[in-house]
């Protein structure tokens, strides 16, 4: 982590952990009718979930990588990172049995035998109701069933919804402790689990994951900004306007609207379009848009410019009473890679990174250093994806001249915190 002066404490933080997930005491165990060996070999190339016998008893292991990235204080980043991995270990407690048992899918109800759920006449009694239609279920009379069979969710998705919760579960804790512990501002948070094979890649922010695979590059995350999230909030400000405060208007204009333009017609865009259009502008356009700048400069109610992140429970518009959280969601966005799909080699990796990083460099600058770098150090050089986070970071950062930090083309170099990881992929060929 380099601090660009940016602010006083560092209000980017990492965190770095194996984690253990231990079944919940008391919490009763969905039946499991495949024996261990049987699992294995039902699943490709005879793999399976190669655990250890010792773990066969409730308990599963993960690799934990997050960044945060705060702003207003580095309170809420530093307790994101001490405290959001016992979250997500907390939601996979209750389905550790689940996750083991790969080759039979979650059961809709925890605790319920499989085999003894059917979808007979008796369980589909609202189903026969919903179709408005006289005869008894499998009448000839009574036409065709539309709700007949459950959903078939994988355990991927489980996980998925399991990091969903945590980044909400943590939001909350920061929302009740706040003042008690005087937790300040928000942070984005970028993290990765290393699952049974799997990366699951949440992000809630501007911070960025790419995967880099015999030379090429595969965004593993999305940013989350007021632009790419304009529908979202505009929609939200459109169905609760007293959110705006009656100072601000939902609707998006190329540029501020002046008093001088009332009746004349001028391009807009609401929440349902992609597009754009004209209106004859109304006495409300002249408020300030709800979303105000482009790029970088883009800004919630002229007050943020992050839409997805942990905290900022307090936070207000300037010299006012409107609160922003209402717009801000702690939800991120989960991606998954399946490791065990490719063959790795050592210089494969996974970069994770603020966006004190990707304000200066592309994608294909990343992947051009990181090659180039790993190309001239020893392979069996165990600190040589550590060094190769340190060269980005110097790149973003740039050398101090006359006119400043300055990077490659006598470009601006970051003026943020700077936070980088290179994670080696070679290790997920196997299960550990």
């Known amino acids: ?18 984690m253990f997930v231990k079944k919940k005491t008391g919490v009763q165990s969905t039946p499991i009718k495949t024996s261990a060996s049987k699992r294995r070999a039902s699943l490709p190339n005879g793999e399976g979930l190669q655990l ?15 960044l945060f990235d705060g702003h207003a204080g580095a309170g809420a980043a530093v307790v994101a990172s001490k405290l959001l991995q016992h979250h997500v270990t907390e939601q996979l407690q209750d389905i ?25 006449s008796r369980t589909l ?5 919903l179709r408005g239609a006289a005869g008894a279920p499998g009448s000839p009379s009574a036409p065709q069933t539309r709700f007949f069979t459950e959903k078939k969710v994988q355990h991927e998705s489980l996980v998925i919804g399991a990091l969903e919760i945590a980044f909400k579960e943590m939001d909350l804790q920061i929302e009740r402790e706040r003042s008690a512990y005087s937790i300040s501002g928000g942070c984005t948070a970028l993290i990765v689990v290393y699952l049974l094979g ?10 960025r994951a790419i995967i880099i695979r015999s030379g090429e590059i595969i965004p593993v995350s999305s940013e989350f900004t007021p632009e790419s999230e304009r529908q979202r909030l505009q929609y939200l400000a459109f169905l609760q306007p007293h959110l705006l405060g009656n100072e601000f208007t939902h609707l998006e204009f190329p540029r501020r609207v002046q008093r001088k333009e009332v009746g004349k017609m001028m391009l807009y865009r609401d929440f349902n379009m992609t597009g754009w259009a004209y209106k004859a502008i109304e ?4 408020k ?23 905290g900022d429970h307090d936070l207000k518009v300037h010299d006012s009473n409107i609160y922003i959280k209402p717009f801000l969601s702690s939800v991120p966005e989960v991606k998954v890679y399946d490791l065990m799909q490719y063959e790795h080699s050592a210089d494969d990796v996974l970069v994770l990174a603020t966006d004190g990083l990707w304000d200066v460099l592309l994608n294909e600058e990343v992947l051009e250093a990181v090659m180039s770098f790993l190309a001239n150090c020893d392979p069996d050089d165990p600190h040589r994806y ?27 170099g970051s003026g943020d915190d700077i936070s980088v990881y290179v994670i080696p992929l070679i290790h997920g060929n196997r299960l550990l």
């Open 1 to 18: 982590v380099i601090n660009a002066g940016k602010s006083t404490h560092n209000e980017d933080q990492a965190c770095c952990e194996v």
């Open 52 to 66: 250890k016998e010792n773990q066969e008893a409730d308990e599963i292991t993960f690799h934990y990588w997050a």
């Open 96 to 120: 550790i049995d689940i996750l083991k048992n790969s080759a039979v899918l979650p059961p809709t109800c925890l605790g319920e035998d499989p085999e003894n759920t059917s979808t007979n």
């Open 125 to 129: 009694t609202r189903a026969a109701s």
């Open 198 to 207: 799997k990366l699951y890649v949440a992000n809630a922010g501007d911070s």
């Open 283 to 286: 006495e409300d356009d002249l």
């Open 288 to 310: 300030f848009p709800l979303i105000y700048g482009e790029g970088k400069k883009a800004r919630v109610m002229a007050t943020i410019g992050v839409t997805r992140g942990l």
């Open 386 to 412: 550590t060094l190769a986070a340190q060269d980005l970071v110097m790149r973003a950062r740039g050398v101090l001249k006359d006119r400043g930090w300055r990077i490659s083309n006598d470009k601006l």
